[in-house]
């Protein structure tokens, strides 16, 4: 029995996996919020936290990032959140 290997473009894989989930985020009819929380200051953590928003961003999802003490981080929320992050920091 001969094997053939089969070799996948991961590109292409995610890009037809971020169209699904970008076609059900949409169809949820309600936007959807993801809460990231920075617990240091600690450089590559923050960088993840900022690929994490692209991510977001591309399948339709709000990202929002808050610090250790709990305030919203402005620079890298999505463009909706700051009127949800003005709220939290109020409280």
Not at 18 to 44: C, K, N, S
């Amino acid at each position: 029995m001969r094997r053939v290997a089969l070799v996948l473009d991961p590109a292409e894989v995610a890009r037809s996996f971020r169209a699904e989930i970008r076609a059900e985020v949409a169809a949820l009819g309600q936007p959807l919020v993801l809460a990231g929380f920075l617990t240091t200051d600690h450089g590559p953590s923050k960088t993840y936290a900022e690929y994490t928003k692209k991510g977001c961003d591309d399948v339709g999802v709000a990202f929002d990032l808050f610090d250790h003490l709990g305030q919203a981080i402005a620079t890298i929320a999505s463009p909706c959140a700051p009127s949800r992050a003005a709220a939290w920091n109020a409280r």
